[in-house]
């Protein structure tokens, strides 16, 4: 009973962000536009949105020229529930080739998304050029109210960065009790650690095809196929044929010493090439990926205070069960093996 507060913790967790990521609706937002092409003079575009209140009263849309300058434009018409109509002329030559999308009320705060438009005639700058600028009071006001916040392209994906992300956290933390155990079997020959990397492994490998299934969803949602070439995926894969290879290899020696010896070595190099395959590579290579190949971490972008709330507590969680479970399967082991001495006494 004296280790039960931890457990109850975990359950108690894994609750909590089930029911905030299938609950807590997410954030409103700028989807896109129906043609990104401007030419000069008036022109006339559509601008999607998702869950945002365009029907309030003081609805403002803009265009960005860059961070301080911004073009007025008319809202003509609210088509449907998650489309805009907006009119704005551009001159001949205007001052920037890519702008952005502003848009701000009251209810949602400011929504943007960033190079929506571009500009297909004139010069990229002109000084003398006449540039209807509007004074925007509202470019630092946020939507404060309760939500999972809105990413192009990932929308409501999101939610599973609650799932996918905590899969690779519990299996390094997994795989690195087995590290561990691994180094002390070598050093003092218990065959307690023996076990103990056996079972960290064994419930390391459960974690390494879940965050491979999660991932997989999420790649076909956001890039559009569930496999892609990219270097964190094809190393997540080598690293599960690698350890898929630990088991292998200790159910091929029948000597138990002989089998402890060479698995524990194995299993040293298997989470040194575990390391390298998806935390030193990826960052040095192009990569699709949050944080990897130039592209920022999900701590620059969206992973703001409410998602703090969630994943932080989700990565607990997550290794928490999973911790649970290697403890049972290292208990398990322990009986097997009493009950093979008993048998063969």
Same mark, same amino acid.
């Given at each position: ?66 961070? %301080? ?16 109509? *907006? ?50 009071? *509202? ?52 065959? %307690? ?153």
């Amino acid at each position: 009973m004296r280790h039960l507060w931890w457990k109850v913790l975990c359950g108690l967790l894994l609750a909590y962000i089930t029911v905030f990521s299938l609950t807590v609706p997410l954030g409103p937002g700028v989807i896109g536009v129906d043609q990104a092409a401007l030419t000069s003079g008036e022109n006339t575009r559509l601008i999607q949105t998702y869950n945002a209140h365009l029907d309030a009263a003081d609805l403002q849309v803009f265009l960005g020229v860059d961070d %301080s300058s911004y073009l007025c434009t008319e809202i003509l018409e609210i088509v449907e529930h998650d489309l805009v109509k *907006v009119s704005f002329t551009l001159p001949e030559n205007a001052p920037n080739k890519s702008f952005n999308v502003l848009m701000n009320n009251a209810t949602d705060g400011t929504m943007f998304f960033p190079n929506a438009f571009r500009y297909a005639e004139g010069s990229s700058s002109s000084e003398n050029t006449a540039w209807d600028i509007c004074t925007v009071s *509202v470019e630092n006001q946020f939507n404060t109210a309760f939500s999972i916040p809105f990413q192009p392209i990932i929308y409501e994906s999101i939610r599973n960065l609650m799932f996918h992300v905590p899969m690779w956290f519990t299996m390094f933390f997994l795989m690195g009790i087995g590290l561990v155990a691994s180094i002390r079997y070598l050093a003092k020959g218990d065959v %307690s650690m023996d076990l103990k990397a056996l079972a960290s492994v064994q419930v390391g490998l459960v974690f390494c095809v879940l965050g491979l299934i999660t991932g997989s969803v999420w790649a076909r949602f956001t890039w559009g196929a569930w496999w892609v070439n990219d270097p964190q995926l094809n190393g997540a894969l080598v690293t599960f044929l690698i350890y898929v290879a630990y088991i292998i290899l200790r159910n091929s020696i029948e000597d138990d010493q002989k089998r402890a010896r060479i698995a524990a070595v194995f299993n040293i190099f298997a989470f040194v090439i575990l390391f390298v395959l998806l935390m030193v590579l990826p960052r040095f290579s192009e990569s699709l990926h949050p944080g990897k190949g130039g592209n920022p971490a999900f701590n620059k972008y969206d992973l703001d205070n409410t998602l703090r709330m969630v994943f932080y507590p989700a990565v607990i969680a997550w290794i928490l069960l999973g911790y649970w479970i290697y403890q049972l399967r290292l208990r398990l082991h322990r009986i097997e093996k009493k009950y093979y001495y008993h048998e063969n006494v």
